[in-house]
T-cell receptor
Framework: SQTIHQWPATLVQPVGSPLSLECTVEGTSNPNLYWYRQAAGRGLQLLFYSVGIGQISSEVPQNLSASRPQDRQFILSSKKLLLSDSGFYLC????????????FGSGTRLTVV | GDSVTQMEGPVTLSEEAFLTINCTYTATGYPSLFWYVQYPGEGLQLLLKATKADDKGSNKGFEATYRKETTSFHLEKGSVQVSDSAVYFCALNHYKLSFGAGTTVTVRA
């Protein structure tokens, strides 16, 4: 079966510290992968998407970066976190739901203090 | 570019009340339309979808009809329960998934 794993579930990091969030997908090959952020009280913002290994598209300028070192692995990173990076980060892939449905990971709640 | 506009919340209802959340979109071509739900402390789950004009998506008592003439995809449920309390997101997929801002719904017993 096709599943998506995202970790950690929660993270508290000090300002200026690095960040690495990981997302992996099982049961499929060459998926399109996405990172979204949901800031408190706001909607979902697409941050990055990837259609293949090493291929990253950035939707908005920001303090974050993404990498796709393997076909089913998508990593969100930062060298130095800002307070404004706090939020709920969701990884997603375009799953086999027919008609372009997306499957989301369970999310990582990041608090920068 | 593609965009989704959905009714602002929060919305507070009593159990068994009728729920409507309005959603309109702007897109070229014929996007697929979705409603996602986010229960407290959880990620997003696909609630229902429609891929072409006049399609009706339905799940868990919720319904939404793809109206091309009004570019709308309003979500409805005839009788809500406390367990329906969540944030609801309208979304469209046209090369990538674009979300509305979300509507927080609270159902009181």
């Amino acid at each position: 079966s096709q599943t998506i794993h995202q970790w950690p579930a929660t993270l508290v990091q000090p300002v200026g510290s690095p960040l690495s969030l990981e997302c992996t997908v099982e049961g499929t090959s060459n998926p399109n992968l996405y990172w979204y952020r949901q800031a408190a009280g706001r909607g979902l913002q697409l941050l990055f998407y990837s259609v293949g290994i090493g291929q990253i598209s950035s939707e908005v300028p920001q303090n974050l970066s993404a990498s796709r070192p393997q076909d089913r692995q998508f990593i969100l990173s930062s060298k130095k976190l800002l307070l404004s990076d706090s939020g709920f980060y969701l990884c997603a892939w375009i799953g086999n739901q027919g008609n372009y449905g997306y499957t989301f990971g369970s999310g990582t709640r990041l608090t920068v203090v | 570019g593609d965009s989704v506009t959905q009714m602002e919340g929060p919305v507070t209802l009593s159990e068994e009340a009728f729920l409507t959340i309005n959603c309109t979109y702007t897109a070229t071509g014929y996007p697929s339309l979705f409603w996602y739900v986010q229960y407290p402390g959880e990620g997003l789950q696909l609630l229902l979808k429609a891929t072409k004009a006049d399609d009706k998506g339905s799940n868990k008592g919720f319904e939404a009809t793809y109206r091309k003439e009004t570019t709308s995809f309003h979500l409805e449920k005839g009788s809500v329960q406390v367990s329906d309390s969540a944030v609801y997101f309208c979304a469209l997929n046209h090369y990538k998934l674009s979300f509305g801002a979300g509507t927080t719904v609270t159902v009181r017993a």
